[in-house]
């Protein structure tokens, strides 16, 4: 099972599993501790180039489809499958600092991430 949250909400000990945060960047006014992060995989998060052009104007749409070739970079693809096999083993959450996770990169990343049929 896959989960979004917002690395701000407080951590769920029985159901958050392992907490990957999905964010280049760390949190602003958050402590390692309050984070409780057990992965951050910066090889999956968005690049600095892609977030400048998205929150410049870019549409969700052709966002979606950058970040997917980004996330197929030799780096990236190992990340996803080590991502896969947490998943596999256990709760995942993805954790993220953006405001709505479920219309975000970490959204787009966790259904890349979902078991293939």
């Known amino acids: 099972m896959i989960r979004l949250r917002r690395v ?7 159901a958050d599993g392992v907490r990957v945060l999905v964010d280049r960047l760390w949190p602003r006014g958050l402590s390692k501790e309050a984070a409780a992060v057990d992965r951050w995989p910066r090889a999956v998060t968005p690049s600095a180039e892609l977030r400048k052009w998205f929150h410049a104007g870019g549409t969700p749409q052709e966002f979606r ?5 980004e996330l197929a970079a030799p780096g990236a693809v190992e990340c996803l499958e080590r991502l896969r096999e947490l998943a596999a083993a256990g709760p995942l959450t993805l954790v993220t600092a953006v405001r ?6 970490a959204a787009v990343l966790a ?3 979902e078991p293939r049929a």
């Open 111 to 113: 259904e890349l991430l």
């Open 8 to 14: 701000y909400d407080p951590p769920e000990p029985g």
């Open 100 to 105: 709505d996770p479920d219309h975000s990169h």
């Open 65 to 69: 489809a950058r970040y997917e070739a």
